[in-house]
């Protein structure tokens, strides 16, 4: 019988057993109620999916359900491009736009999503933005973690300029001011980023915070996110990355 129910809902076999096993008899409610619930909770089942099964079981375009969906269809979407938030209004407005629908009082369906853990909404340059709550926890643990890595240290100025030129001379380089900026941050700190286009002088400068740290007999090991980039960065460095 719940084959027969599931399938007249454009539901293949394979999707029909795993809505069973996971919901058993009570799936003619839950559909009946809330298809969109089938996003959250069956493996293999998303946004469009649901919103397909809802279209064909009778769920006004407008419904609640379907827009708070969407909502979250809109964030996870806009994650692709590298986006751990959305602006409220654009996220508002994005989401209008998928669901081809008007989004009336978005505020109430937000905080719904606010009390039922779906979402979080914080403050950024006083614009209100939307994170979906697991990457709001995600980039909330990063943050932790690099501040936990960002450890200061202190460094004599007279006995780092000394350094500096002895490194100079040795590697016959000339660092201008900011790259012995960062030198010295990286000496003074635990976790430092550097940036800059081709051609900045950043190769010049990591070569140089490494001799520094050799000179203090320090153990150095090199990473990078790709084999490509740290065949790189070991021709660039002389270390293994």
Do not use: W
């Not at 999707?15 to 799936?27: A, E, M, T």
């Amino acid at each position: 019988r719940a084959m027969i129910f599931l399938g007249k809902l454009g539901i293949g076999m394979n999707l029909s057993v795993k809505i069973y096993k996971k919901y058993g008899d009570s799936l003619y409610d839950i559909i009946e109620e809330n298809p969109y619930r089938l996003a959250d909770d069956i493996e293999g089942v998303g946004f469009k999916i649901a919103d397909e099964i809802a279209r064909n079981s009778g769920v006004q375009s407008n419904s609640p359900y379907r827009i708070k969906s969407g909502i979250l269809y809109t964030l996870m979407q806009s994650v692709i491009n590298g986006h751990t938030y959305l602006p409220k209004n654009e996220l508002v407005e994005r989401s209008a736009n998928i669901l081809n629908t008007v989004i009336d009082e978005p505020d109430e369906l937000l905080m719904d999503m606010i009390i039922n853990r779906k979402i979080i909404i914080r403050k950024v340059n006083d614009i209100d933005v939307v994170y979906p709550v697991n990457l709001y926890n995600t980039e909330l643990s990063v943050a932790r973690k690099l501040l936990e890595l960002n450890k200061e240290y202190s460094v004599d100025d007279r006995n780092f300029e000394i350094e500096i030129s002895a490194i100079q001379r040795r590697e016959h380089i000339e660092l201008d001011s900011l790259q012995k900026d960062a030198v010295k941050a990286a000496a003074t700190n635990g976790f430092l980023v550097v940036t800059g286009g081709p051609g900045t002088g950043k190769t010049t400068t990591i070569n140089c915070m490494i001799k520094y740290f050799e000179d203090l007999n320090m153990e150095i090991r090199l990473a990078a996110p790709t084999g490509r980039a740290a065949k790189r960065m070991t021709e660039a460095t002389g270390y293994e990355a």
